[in-house]
């Protein structure tokens, strides 16, 4: 829902629109391989067999090989290029290419929704990025992410959230320039882009509801 109030607030194509909506339904498909991933990776270090730095980075090298075992098992299904691409655009292992000048819109759409979704609930890009943070299953991996060369020594969550706050802003630049929003909206977005969630909680409350 959040992706289609969004796309159609943007005046998205109808072919974008259905192009995100299909995206947003197969990125999920492999999740069951990722979760059971993950709980080996823990089991390993409550067994002690690693520690938790060396813990860190096998599920940093777990995000980036589950994210092509998820794009090679859409390929397999026949699933379309573009839709691959947008649906990919999700989580850390997508931040160097979603703002990248090679990212389409509606990469940048897909990856900011999953930014800002936290327990099926839209909320603040701050709000989702401190959960991430205080979740000590991935303290170590979010530290490990200042080895990484893309990150500029930063953590993953911190990436996250700069990443996540450009889309943002340049999402708002869009939404304004479309004269799509009312006054309220249009002098709250441009005084504080963060607000962008809330935006997008309205639209779906109000068409949803």
Known sequence: ???EV????????????????????????????QTTGLRKINQYIANGEVNEQEGGKLKYDFFEESESHS????QNRGIPPEIIRIASADGHPALPRVVSPEATLEEKIHHYVGAIIDENNVVSLNKRVDNLERNERYTAMNKYGRQVPW????????????????????LVGRLIESENLNDYWRNRLRENPQDLPQFILFKIQKNFS
């Open 6 to 33: 969004l796309s159609e607030a943007l005046n998205l194509s109808s072919e974008s629109r259905r192009n995100l909506g299909l995206a947003a339904m197969a990125h999920d498909w492999d999740k069951k391989y």
């Open 151 to 170: 990150t500029g020594g930063r953590t993953l969550y911190e990436v996250q959230r700069d990443v996540g706050h450009q889309i943002e802003k340049e």
């Open 71 to 74: 794009v090679k098992g859409m």
């Open 1 to 3: 829902a959040a992706c």
